[in-house]
Structure formats: C-alpha cells, structure tokens
C-alpha cells in the first residue's frame, strides 16, 4: 500500500511562507490517495520556482526548458501510456513562454496532468510582470503599471474544450 512516506519531505529552497509547500503536499496526497507508487509516476518541468518542485518529488522526473514541459510529457505518455505523467510549473512557464505549447497539448489531450502555480509573477526572475499579472501593477520593470489586462487561462481553457 501506498503511505505517505513514500513521498518524503526533501529540503527545499523555497522562502518560509511560499505558496508551493501547500502545492507539493497536495500533489503528495493526491499521488498516495490515488495508490501511485513513486515508480509509477513522472513529473516534469521547466524553469522557475515553480519548475523546481520535481526536485523535491520522490518519483521520476524531467526537469527540461523553461516553457517547455508539455512536449517531453507528451512523449513520455506516448511511450509509456501506464506513467502518470504530471506537469508543473509558474504561469510564466505555462501562459508565457509555454503557451503555445499548452494550447496544443489540451487540443491533443494526451491524458496528462498539468499543474501551473500561479503568483501572477515572474518569481524566480526576481518579480517582472507575467502573462497573469494584475493590470497596473507596479514592478521594477513595469515601473508605470503593467499595461495590458491579464491572460484568462481557465477561460481558454473552456474555450478549447479542455478535460
Ligand atoms: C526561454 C527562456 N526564457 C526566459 C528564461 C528566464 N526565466 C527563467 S525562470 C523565468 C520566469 C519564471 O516565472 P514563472 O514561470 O511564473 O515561475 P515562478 O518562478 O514564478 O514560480 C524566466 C523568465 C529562460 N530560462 N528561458
Ligand atoms: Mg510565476
């Protein structure tokens, strides 16, 4: 049987109070209730604090390009249609430089599961504005306020008929 101590907790380098400590243990139990084994499961991701979660999985992983996770997971389900495969990361990675790649992959829906924590920031870059930033929001980079209104991904989502 499948326990949580299967899916240990690893040293992070994520600051005290961080979004993505509730996020992995959430992940840990969904993996535990489901009886998947840490074997039996991949994670992937791409670059950002968010991209780093993997890192701190007992389980396969694939840490690839910044924006780019959805390609090797979708060759790895194609491999091996048994894997659990899950992809995580920041709304950077999935909405940014990853969004044509996440249009494609829901048109495609290989059966993957994909994970995108969104702090409506460029974390890891140190705070510029991402495709989910708040309209006016001041940044170091966006010193007059973000200029654009924010990307709506559940909305495309839906739009795309997502499962
Ligand atoms: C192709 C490419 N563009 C830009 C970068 C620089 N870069 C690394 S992480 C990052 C932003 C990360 O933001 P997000 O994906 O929201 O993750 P967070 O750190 O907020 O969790 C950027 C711009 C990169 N590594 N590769
Ligand atoms: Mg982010």
């Known amino acids: 049987m499948v326990t949580m101590e299967d899916y240990p907790d690893i040293e992070t380098e994520w600051c ?11 992940i840990r139990k ?14 992937v991701s791409g670059i950002g604090q968010a991209g780093k979660l993997p890192h701190y999985m007992k389980c396969n992983t694939f840490n690839g390009l910044h924006g780019r996770t959805l390609p090797p997971a979708t060759g790895a389900k194609i491999a ?17 430089e990853g969004g044509n790649h ?34 006016g929001m001041k940044t170091k980079v966006q010193t007059h306020g973000v200029v654009n209104t924010p990307l709506n991904p559940l909305a495309l989502a839906i739009s795309l008929d997502c499962s």
């Open 16 to 26: 005290p109070g961080c979004g993505n400590f509730g996020i992995i243990k959430a």
């Open 30 to 43: 969904a993996l535990v209730n489901m009886g998947k084994a840490p074997h039996e499961v991949l994670m």
């Open 80 to 96: 091996n249609h048994e894997l659990t495969v899950l992809t995580v990361g920041g709304d950077g990675d999935a909405y940014g």
């Open 102 to 135: 996440l249009i494609h992959a829901i048109r495609r829906n290989p059966n993957i599961t994909a994970i995108v924590n969104d702090n409506q920031i460029y974390g890891l870059t140190k705070g510029q504005a991402s495709p989910t930033s708040e309209l």
